[in-house]
């Protein structure tokens, strides 16, 4: 059964990188069947899609972030990588690491496999920034 | 980006009730990729329903989903009273991945 942790400082600075690991157990991050993907959530507020990355190294991200989010992913430690730049009271969140399965979507008669729905969810990390 | 509107923002009913939840797309989806979660209180959201309509592992047969195009549903057929929680959906037909803003079922 594959589970997921996430880590990382608690609290950050303005204008400073955030940087948050999710520790894989149970599980291949060299599985073709699954992305693996960052989401958050402000206090009381929605889900917001951060990005995902594939175990070939494609990461995919949300162009809300303004180029501001890198994944990365060490097959050999099973670790999935966040860093978020230039962060702001906006940023404060929890911060999920999750498994998403691998299908394949059409778009305008184009097929592309990509990451679907989200089955396996980590417990999530607090991550607050202020000075 | 698809945005994805729910309604109604909060539900309130009773246990044993019949809860419908809506979820539209801003552009129609070309199949039927949507998923709900449900979200309770200090816990990471859990999957109930992935390609509009198939319940994921282990979720009561109470969990129904239905839907195509831009418009989607989730309906719990007999409210229990773990299932009063936030339940919200996603599409991944196109990138960036969007989430709707949630629908709060709450105990009248």
């Known amino acids: 059964q594959v589970q997921l942790q996430e880590s990382g400082p608690g609290l950050v600075k303005p204008s400073e990188t955030l940087s948050l690991t999710c520790s894989v157990s149970?599980?291949?991050?060299?599985?073709?069947?699954?992305?693996w993907d960052w989401i958050r959530q402000p206090p009381g507020k929605g889900l917001e899609w951060i990005g995902n990355?594939?175990?070939?190294?494609?990461?995919d991200y949300n162009p809300s972030l303004k180029s501001r989010a890198t994944i990365s992913a060490d097959p050999s430690k099973s670790q999935v990588s966040l860093r978020l730049s230039s962060v702001t009271a906006a940023d404060t969140a929890v911060y999920y690491c999750?498994?998403?399965?691998?299908?394949?979507?059409?778009?305008?008669?184009?097929?592309?496999?990509?990451?679907?729905?989200?089955?396996?969810w980590g417990k999530g990390t607090t991550v607050i920034v202020s000075s | 980006e698809i945005v994805l509107t729910q309604s109604p923002g909060i539900l309130s009913l009773s246990p044993g009730e019949r809860a419908t939840l809506s979820c539209w797309a801003s552009?129609?989806?070309?199949?039927?990729?949507i998923a709900w979660y449900q979200q309770k209180p200090g816990q990471a959201p859990r999957l109930l329903i992935d390609?509009?309509?198939s319940r994921a592992k282990g979720i009561p047969d109470r969990f129904s989903g239905s839907g195509s195009g831009s418009d989607f549903t989730l309906t719990i057929s007999r409210l229990e009273p773990e299932d009063f929680a936030v339940y919200y959906c996603?599409?991944?037909?196109?990138?960036?991945?969007?989430f709707g803003q949630g629908t709060k079922v709450e105990i009248k």
């Open positions: 552009q129609s989806l070309v199949s039927t990729y």
């Open positions: 390609g509009a309509s």
């Open positions: 990355i594939y175990y070939s190294g494609y990461a």
């Open positions: 999750v498994r998403s399965r691998g299908c394949y979507v059409e778009y305008m008669g184009v097929v592309t496999l990509s990451g679907c729905s989200m089955d396996v």
């Open positions: 996603q599409q991944y037909g196109r990138s960036p991945r969007t």
């Open positions: 149970g599980g291949s991050l060299s599985s073709s069947s699954y992305y």
